[in-house]
Antibody
Framework: EVQLLESGGGLVQSGGSLRLSCAAS????????MSWVRQTPGKGLGWVSG????????NYADSVKGRFTISRDNSKSALYLQMNSLRAEDTAIYYC??????????????WGQGTLVTVSS | EIVLTQSPGTLSLSPGERATLSCRAS???????LAWYQQKPGQAPRLLIY???SRATDIPDRFSASGSGTDFTLTISRLEPEDFAVYYC?????????FGQGTKLEIK
């Protein structure tokens, strides 16, 4: 059974930093791309960042580029999101998701339960 | 980026009825790279449909979907109590992947 378990969320002041982690199990982690997606009541779901299976290529939404860094440790089946210079608008539930190829394009098929990040201004 | 607009915002129906949800894209979605997710309160989104019309693993056949270009539809043929949730469409053929704002399917 595919399992993704996020941790590391919490309350942080504007301008602060947090590091999110996602522990994966139930599948061969080093063969899948992964991503982070966030959800807010106001703006809904939004893709944040993605990383290839090897970790060699990363992508970011424009809103987080230069502030967030995605990484992975395939030896530990773990995905990370380092979030710096946090803003109030980064407040959201952050999900990690598994990204296999569906008909040639990456699509999130399994998601974790999410971790809440709250940025206070 | 591609903007997805879902309608209606809320759909009130009774178990056993048929539900039809719409997703319209601001520009053509490449190769029908359109997915649908279901989300229940406190849970992660669950992949229902990919490629505009293909059911994901273990999704019951009362869920069907169709569409191409800019107009897509998710249909639930006979609503079961567990189907009442929020449904999101997502396009994954253009970067960045984008989501619709969701349709809440509630019990009438």
């Amino acid at each position: 059974e595919v399992q993704l378990l996020e941790s590391g969320g919490g309350l942080v002041q504007s301008g602060g930093s947090l590091r999110l982690s996602c522990a994966a199990s139930g599948f061969t982690f080093n063969t899948y791309a992964m991503s982070w997606v966030r959800q807010t009541p106001g703006k809904g779901l939004g893709w944040v960042s993605g990383i290839t299976a090897s970790g060699g290529t990363t992508n970011y939404a424009d809103s987080v580029k230069g502030r967030f860094t995605i990484s992975r440790d395939n030896s530990k089946s773990a995905l990370y999101l380092q979030m710096n210079s946090l803003r109030a608008e980064d407040t959201a539930i952050y999900y990690c998701a598994r990204d296999p190829f569906y008909q040639g394009e990456l699509l999130s098929d399994y998601w974790g339960q999410g971790t809440l990040v709250t940025v206070s201004s | 980026e591609i903007v997805l607009t879902q309608s209606p915002g809320t759909l009130s129906l009774s178990p056993g009825e048929r539900a039809t949800l719409s997703c319209r894209a601001s520009q053509s979605v490449s190769s029908s790279y359109l997915a649908w997710y279901q989300q229940k309160p406190g849970q992660a989104p669950r992949l229902l449909i990919y490629g505009a019309s293909s059911r994901a693993t273990d999704i019951p056949d009362r869920f069907s979907a169709s569409g191409s270009g800019t107009d897509f539809t998710l249909t639930i043929s006979r609503l079961e109590p567990e189907d009442f949730a929020v449904y999101y469409c997502q396009q994954y053929g253009n970067s960045p992947r984008t989501f619709g704002q969701g349709t809440k399917l509630e019990i009438k």
